[in-house]
Nanobody
Framework: QVQLVESGGGLVQAGGSLRLSCTAS????????MGWFRQGPGKERETVAT????????YYADSVKGRFTISRDNAKNTVYLQMNSLKPEDTAVYYC????????????WGQGTQVTVSS
């Protein structure tokens, strides 16, 4: 069992930055692929960024490429999402996901953290 706790959300003006963190319990964090997803008002959950267990092959949604960076620190059982140049359309609840290799989108989910970008 893996428990994920997100933090770092909040209210920010357009053009600003936030860094989300997701800390996992357990001793097997380094074996999981990790991802950040989001769900905006009236929208379906979508993939924002993913990273493999080794920290390689980061994936970004087209809407966040060049603005968001995913990274992980296996020693701290933590995955990060650095969000720069935020836009109002980035407003959403952001969820952390941990899954077995190749299974991102399944596995375990955090409770979510709200990000609100004002114009």
């Amino acid at each position: 069992q893996v428990q994920l706790v997100e933090s770092g959300g909040g209210l920010v003006q357009a053009g600003g930055s936030l860094r989300l963190s997701c800390t996992a319990s357990g001793r097997t964090f380094s074996s999981y692929d990790m991802g950040w997803f989001r769900q905006g008002p009236g929208k379906e959950r979508e993939t924002v960024a993913t990273i493999t267990w080794s920290g390689g092959r980061p994936y970004y949604a087209d809407s966040v490429k060049g603005r968001f960076t995913i990274s992980r620190d296996n020693a701290k059982n933590t995955v990060y999402l650095q969000m720069n140049s935020l836009k109002p359309e980035d407003t959403a609840v952001y969820y952390c996901n941990a899954a077995s290799r190749g299974g991102i989108g399944g596995g375990y989910w955090g409770q979510g953290t709200q990000v609100t970008v004002s114009s």
